[in-house]
């Protein structure tokens, strides 16, 4: 399984780093309930969900399996689902869910990467 080094957030997506944080507080937790393995559970509606939860406790509005139309290869649009539409008011962020999990990395890596 591939693992991610760091989360880098640009400038525009700083508003999400609390969010972030209480994503990886709430995965870390769900851990000890429910410890994560591939064979086990759907991990995708697992993370998408706590994300969903982050957001409306830092404030921030959340929707998931959103209705889309999306481009195909032959720039044909089809029908499609987004996995989570975050918004401010202000801002509006749109997240395709494509996991990639080793959840012991979120302490050394991400949780670290998120404190500077």
């Known amino acids: 399984m591939k693992a991610f080094e760091k989360v880098e957030i640009g400038s525009q997506l700083r508003f999400l780093k609390p969010t972030i944080k209480t994503w990886v507080d709430r995965v870390l937790e769900i851990n000890q309930a429910f410890p994560q393995k ?38 044909e649009k089809n029908n499609g689902r987004l996995d989570l539409l975050l918004s401010t008011g202000e801002h509006r962020v749109a997240i395709e869910a494509k996991i990639q999990w080793d959840w012991t990395l979120i302490p050394e890596n991400a949780l670290a990467e998120l404190q500077n």
């Open 38 to 75: 591939e064979e086990q559970y759907y991990l995708e509606a697992t993370l998408v969900g706590l994300l969903a939860g982050a957001a409306w406790s830092n404030g921030i509005q959340a929707i998931t399996e959103v209705r889309v139309k999306r481009t195909g290869i032959n720039r």
